[in-house]
Antibody, heavy 118, light 107 residues
Framework: EVQLVESGGGLVQPGGSLRLSCAASGFTFGSNAMTWVRQAPGKGLEWVSTINGRGGNTYYADSVQGRFTISRDDSKTTLYLQMNSLRAEDTAVYYC???????????WGQGTLVTVSS | EKVMTQSPATLSVSPGERATLSCRASQSVSSNLAWYQQKPGQAPRLLIYGASTRATGIPARFSGSGSGTEFTLTISSLQSDDFAVYYCQQYNNWPLTFGQGTKVEIK
C-alpha cells in the first residue's frame, strides 16, 4: 500500500523559513515524480512544485518560484519542500502526492498545515 | 497559464439523482484532465484521469467525458458518500492548474 506522510508544518513569522518532509513507502520512490499541492484555508487547490524521478527536472508555480525549493532523497524515500521568505499568503495545508506518469496525482498524503503569521 | 473554470460553484442534488459538473479550459488541454473528490478535513482523492478513465476502486457511477476545452463529470445516482467538493486539473502544460471546485450538496 502506498503511504505518504507529511511533516514539518507549523507557525512561522513572515520572512521566515520552514522545511516540509514527505515520507513515502509502498512504491519505487526513486523512479517516480512527486508533487506538492497546497490549499489555503477555505480555498481551492493550488499546484506548488513537481520534481521528476531520479532527481530530474523541477517545476514551480510562479507564486513560489525563487523562494521554494523541492528536493528528494531517494535513499530515504523522502520528498522535501524548503520554503524561504514566507508570506502570509503561503498559509495553507501542504499536501504531497505521488505524481502519475503524465502529472495527475494519486494518492495524496494527509497534509501538513503551515501558518505564516506574526 | 491555462485557466480552468468549473460550474456551477454549488450544485444542490437529492440522493439518487444525477449530478453533472462542468470544467472548461481557457485553451485546449487535449484529454489531459483529471477529476478529484475532496471531503471536509480530508485529502483529495483521484476519481478520473485522461478525461474519462476511472481510477482504481472508483465506482462506475462516476464517469468523465470531454476533450479539448469542455469536460464533464457525471455522477449517475448520488449517494450520501458523494456529497463533497470536486476539482478538475489539467496536466497538459506547465503550470499545472486546478479549477476552483464545485461543491455538491444535499438538496
Amino acid at each position: 500500500e502506498v503511504q505518504l506522510v507529511e511533516s514539518g508544518g507549523g507557525l512561522v513569522q513572515p520572512g521566515g523559513s520552514l522545511r516540509l518532509s514527505c515520507a513515502a513507502s509502498g512504491f519505487t520512490f526513486g523512479s517516480n515524480a512527486m508533487t506538492w499541492v497546497r490549499q489555503a484555508p477555505g480555498k481551492g487547490l493550488e499546484w506548488v512544485s513537481t520534481i521528476n524521478g531520479r532527481g530530474g527536472n523541477t517545476y514551480y508555480a510562479d507564486s513560489v518560484q525563487g523562494r521554494f525549493t523541492i528536493s528528494r532523497d531517494d535513499s530515504k524515500t523522502t520528498l522535501y519542500l524548503q520554503m524561504n521568505s514566507l508570506r502570509a499568503e503561503d498559509t495553507a495545508v501542504y499536501y504531497c502526492a505521488k505524481d502519475q506518469s503524465l502529472h495527475w496525482f494519486d494518492p495524496w498524503g494527509q497534509g501538513t498545515l503551515v501558518t505564516v503569521s506574526s | 497559464e491555462k485557466v480552468m473554470t468549473q460550474s456551477p460553484a454549488t450544485l444542490s442534488v437529492s440522493p439518487g439523482e444525477r449530478a453533472t459538473l462542468s470544467c472548461r479550459a481557457s485553451q485546449s488541454v487535449s484529454s489531459n484532465l483529471a477529476w478529484y473528490q475532496q471531503k471536509p478535513g480530508q485529502a483529495p482523492r483521484l476519481l478520473i484521469y485522461g478525461a474519462s478513465t476511472r481510477a482504481t476502486g472508483i465506482p462506475a457511477r462516476f464517469s468523465g467525458s470531454g476533450s479539448g476545452t469542455e469536460f464533464t463529470l457525471t455522477i449517475s445516482s448520488l449517494q450520501s458518500d458523494d456529497f463533497a467538493v470536486y476539482y478538475c486539473q489539467q496536466y497538459n502544460n506547465w503550470p499545472l492548474t486546478f479549477g476552483q471546485g464545485t461543491k455538491v450538496e444535499i438538496k
